[in-house]
């Protein structure tokens, strides 16, 4: 089992950046690839970025390619989302992700936190 708490969401204007963080616990964390995925209701999630085990191989989602930046911080057991020149069409809940398979992390985690609101106002 792993539960994930994130944190860092908030308001911020066009153009602006915030950090997310996402903290995991459970016996086996290093296990787990980690990632965002976001939503807004009445659209479909949409994956954002994922980072491997090791926190070496990082990969994005086409809205944040080049604006956002996924780290991992294995001994603090934590993930950020660095996310830059924000949008209003950024404005989502952001989900904290996790999965023992990559290609499962895109599509369908196995481990969800409970979400953090980032609202970009214009």
């Known amino acids: 089992q792993v539960q994930l708490v994130e944190s860092g969401g908030g308001l911020v204007q066009a153009g602006g950046s915030l950090r997310l963080s996402c903290t995991a616990s459970?016996?086996?964390?290093?296990?787990?690839?980690m990632g965002w995925i976001r939503h807004v209701p009445g659209k479909e999630r949409e994956f954002v970025a994922g980072?491997?085990?090791?926190?070496?191989?990082?990969y994005y989602g086409d809205s944040a390619k080049g604006r956002f930046t996924i780290s991992r911080d294995s001994a603090k057991n934590t993930v950020y989302l660095l996310l830059s020149s924000l949008k209003p069409e950024d404005t989502a809940v952001y989900y904290c992700?996790?999965?023992?398979?990559?290609?499962?992390?895109?599509?369908?985690?196995?481990?969800w936190g409970q979400g953090t609101q980032v609202t970009v106002s214009s």
């Open positions: 992700v996790a999965d023992t398979f990559d290609s499962a992390l895109v599509f369908n985690p196995e481990y």
């Open positions: 980072v491997d085990r090791a926190g070496t191989v990082t």
């Open positions: 459970g016996r086996t964390v290093g296990n787990y690839s």
